[in-house]
């Protein structure tokens, strides 16, 4: 009797003893479920911050896109306006240049009736009264297509 009073005495501590470790396995499962939901609320909110930022930055890359297309037309116009600014531009100096040259025309020509004049039987101061003789020259008017 002593004997089992001693064994269930025995077996009673042991019992005590897996109750406690129990409810200490209980604590730490709890502590362990707790974090465990916190760190699930920790995992969705950066998953959506996650979320937020990529929609974000793929507004601003839609954006930066469209810009870059506007940028690009914008060249595109500024070049084409660039090279008709130059064809009128090249209109213009071949224009110059024939003037240039219907002047050194006309200035040869005058140079040579002058040459003509003094050389010739009739002296120049017979035909103009004035000391020195002057010429008007009356240029012609042009019309461009540009």
Known sequence: CARLHERAARSQEAVR???REAGECRRQLQARLAEMESLR???QSLERQL???EERHSAEAAGLQDTIGQLEDDLRNTKNEMARHLREYQDLLNVKMALDIE?????KL???EENLFSTGSIGL???NPLPNPTYSFQPRGFSSST
């Open 17 to 19: 003893a897996s109750r």
């Open 51 to 53: 979320q937020e930022l």
């Open 103 to 107: 002047i050194a025309a006309y200035r």
């Open 110 to 112: 005058l140079e040579g």
């Open 125 to 127: 101061s017979a035909l």
């Open 41 to 43: 609320g920790a995992h």
